[in-house]
Every structure is written in structure tokens, then in C-alpha cells.
């Protein structure tokens, strides 16, 4: 395993190094930041994460639970303006994690690192804790089997909602993806769309292909995370 986050981190970097190039030049800004044992591509303009990736393996979850910080704090990675936890108070919305803490609960560092507004989305109720709870579960299942796997989840087809008593308004996304590949099995791959809508249930209806979501994304960030899932 070390020979390969080895290899992951050479990858995220140089990744990250040309995408932000790319993103720059077209006269766009996308913040990537690095945190313990996952990466965050984040839109500063939107103050909202575009996509989370990083690899998962059964040493990295124990199934045993932790106890929770009291809130998620404010990312001091990223610049100002920050979202912070109370934005997501009062609303009809959940602070739906893209690296979950479940996937990281082998060390409390990596576990309480999770646990940052810049690694959340508003969720609804019925997806958080259900749809895509399911769907987390299901990639900690192909880890306890032995595999390695490259995981990257998101948004798309958002737009900025008041969801907060009237008092803000930020990004909400429409839809949920995720991907899951193994690094040394190319014929096994996992993909699911989800949609972000209250009193969805439909699990069933969430499986698709990598290659039905990347052309959804911006393309610069669909360019980095497909080469980066697939190398």
C-alpha cells in the first residue's frame, strides 16, 4: 500500500498542478487543497466543493464509531469568505459529507479532519441518510475484500437557493456522483447519479457508468478527474 499512496500523491500533485494551469487560463479560479487523507477540488466563487477524491482501503476504517466533533469547522485552508457551520442551520438541508468520516475512523486525525465545511454539500434528508449512505457503505464493502479503490464524488447542475430562513443564499446541488475504480482491477468499477431531492429512495435507479458523468462536469475538471481515476 505504500508503493501506491506513493504513487497517489505524485499523481494528485501533478493533476492538481495542471488543472489549475488550465483553469487559470481561462480566466477561472478553482482552489485545490489537500487535507490529511483526501483532496478537495473547491469553487471559491460558489463556496462550494466541486469534487472530493482520494483512495480507499480496508486499513482505513475500522466500523467503529467515533465520537463526533460538535460541528464542522471552517476550512482555514481556503481563503475568505469561508462557509461556516451555523450557514446550515435552520434549513430543510443536511451537511452531507463527500469523504465520509466512515471511510476515514482507523486514526482520529484523519477522522476529525473530515469534519470541515469545505467537504460538505447540502444534502437532503432521504439522500444523506439514505441513497448515499447506502451507497458509501457499498464502496467500504468492496474494500473490505481486498480491493484498493480510487474514489471521486461531487456535484453538478446546481443552483444558489435561500434555504436558511431567507437570511443566505449559497449553492445547492441538484445531483450527487460518485465513482469508484480498483487501481489494479480495471474491470471493476462502481458509478451512481444521484439525485439531491426529497423523499428519494430509489437506490436501484442510481447505477450508471464513469463515462455517462464526466461529460456532465466542467470540463477542465472533468479532464483531470477521469485521467486521474483512470491512471
Known sequence: MKKSFVVYIIQTLLFAWLMLCSY????????????????????????????????????????????????????????PPRRKNKDFTFTNYQRGHLCPSGDRDSRKDWFKDTFVTSNIVPMTPAVNGGVWKDIEEECRSLATKGHVLKIVCGTFSGKCNTCCSGRKQWYV????????????CDTLQRAWIVPNEFGYHYRNQCNTSPEKIWPKLNPIISKFISLWIKQ
Open 173 to 184: 446541488p441538484d445531483t450527487l456522483y460518485k465513482v469508484a475504480k480498483c487501481i489494479h
Open 24 to 79: 487559470r487560463a481561462c480566466g477561472q479560479t478553482l482552489i485545490h487543497v489537500r487535507h490529511l487523507s483526501y483532496d478537495i477540488i473547491y469553487d471559491q466563487e460558489k463556496l462550494s466543493p466541486e469534487c472530493v477524491y482520494y483512495l480507499l482501503q480496508a486499513d482505513d476504517f475500522k466500523g467503529s464509531v467515533m465520537r463526533k466533533p460538535k460541528y464542522f469547522r471552517m476550512d482555514s485552508k481556503l481563503p
